[in-house]
């Protein structure tokens, strides 16, 4: 069934107008509740599809699909299957939600089959083999390099000519919904000799996407640009946790390291490539021209509106980032190509994580060190309070969605409560 919007689709499933979880996105997930044991399931509304009962029932017996492919602890599996065969489950699972199809809407296991959100756990989706962080906001690079070196030349020389990132910490990243414990490290004030040991004072989120490699690649080889998203499943949340002062103490001459590594949260839902196919957008342009192997003759950029909250300890969220994924100066296509153009080999549940996304705008910064600057201007939370980075206690939760022409597909969202140092 096409996704296209000028063939309007419609479901039988009680679906709110403002949901994430649509027809149009059936997004993939690993999920549990206090019945059932982990298992792979889509999204609907507030409902979830519980593909191994749909399995059992015969519903994909023409596929010839490997036995109990869906009770697993991830989607690894299902996606080294191929995208023809995720795409033809998901149109699947798509054709039975639709209004005038009654096999499923009819049939005697659909109470089975349809769970309730709310009572289900989700789990990792993916099992995690490396992770790579970018760094492909020009505004929030831009940014960056104003604060710390030469405002004049604020971005380093190398910036505009590949896309910068560094290999980070697969073992430490969670799913929304799991606390984070504010790091320890090494601080040093520029106005001290030495460095002291302690909980960081500098601890900041940044809103990011990630996408999910779906297909391995042997090492030696490349992926060009006009192939990548052939080995792109599908896109997360990201938030990519730091803490700033030991970040600054420490990324000279390596990089980031303990600043980053104790904690990354993720959505729980991916969102497939073939459900933001219709919201794809022209690309920022890149001056000066880039390297052959960086050039793309197709779109790869995408309009997705993002939003960061900060909800203090019994209080109510307050909003302090509206940003866009589209601003993205390198785009997806641009860092897989990068990324094996040495001969780095990728495998199935490899994530990349597109770096902050910010825009021109104060209020589009998608990290406290931009929207405070570095700590100078305090932002001000609905409640009255204020923030400069995060505090124990604080929830931070991001929200993302595309929508165009009537149909909207969005991600959820991902959140985490900041807990003391141990």
Request: glycine residues 8%; aromatic residues 10%.
């Amino acid at each position: 069934m096409s996704d296209s919007p000028t063939n309007a689709l419609t479901t039988w499933v009680e679906v709110a107008k403002n949901s994430d979880f649509t027809i149009y996105n059936l997004p993939f997930g690993v999920f549990k509740n206090k019945k059932l044991s982990p298992r792979i399931g889509i999204a609907i509304g507030d409902k979830i599809v519980d593909l191994s009962i749909l399995d059992q029932e015969g519903f994909f017996s023409d596929m010839f699909l490997p036995e109990g492919i869906f009770l697993s602890e991830s989607l690894n599996d299902l996606i080294e299957l191929g995208k023809v065969t995720t795409k033809k489950i998901r149109e699947r699972v798509q054709d039975l939600l639709a209004a005038d199809n009654e096999k499923l809407r009819d049939h005697s296991a659909r109470g089975k089959v349809m769970l309730n959100r709310k009572e289900a756990t989700m789990l990792m989706p993916v099992k995690i083999g490396d992770y790579t962080d970018f760094y492909s906001s020009m505004e929030h690079a831009t940014n960056v390099g104003k604060m710390f070196r030469d405002p004049e030349n604020a971005l380093l020389p190398n910036w505009k000519h590949l896309p910068v990132g560094y290999h980070g910490r697969a073992s430490s990243i969670i799913p929304s919904g799991v606390p984070v414990i504010r790091p320890k490290g090494q601080t040093k004030d520029p106005e001290s000799g030495s460095p002291v040991f302690g909980p960081s004072k500098k601890l900041d989120f940044e809103l990011e996407l990630a996408f999910i490699t779906g297909k391995s690649t042997k090492l030696g080889d490349s992926v060009s640009t006009a192939d990548a998203e052939d080995y792109i499943f599908g896109f997360v949340l990201f938030n990519d946790w730091s803490a700033r002062d030991i970040q600054a103490w420490e990324y000279v001459p390596l990089g980031p390291f303990l600043g980053k590594s104790f904690a990354s949260s993720i959505s729980p839902w991916v969102v497939t490539l073939e459900a933001l196919e219709q919201f794809k957008v022209e690309s920022p342009v890149q001056e000066p021209d880039v390297l052959d192997y960086l050039k793309c003759e197709q779109s790869h950029s995408f309009d997705i509106h993002l939003e960061a909250y900060i909800q203090p300890e019994d209080e109510k969220s307050s909003k302090v980032c509206t940003s866009n994924f589209k601003n993205m100066y390198w785009n997806v296509a641009q860092q897989l190509a990068h990324h094996t153009v040495n001969g780095c080999n990728i495998n199935v549940g490899d994530m990349m994580a597109s770096g902050t996304i910010s825009g021109q705008e104060p209020d589009s910064f998608g990290s406290m060190l931009e929207l405070s600057w570095n700590g100078k201007n305090a932002v001000k939370l609905e409640s009255g309070t204020e923030r400069k980075f995060i505090e124990d206690g604080d929830t931070v939760i991001m929200k993302g969605f595309a929508e165009k022409d009537g149909v909207r597909v969005g991600f959820g969202e991902v959140k985490a409560k900041v807990l003391p140092a141990k």
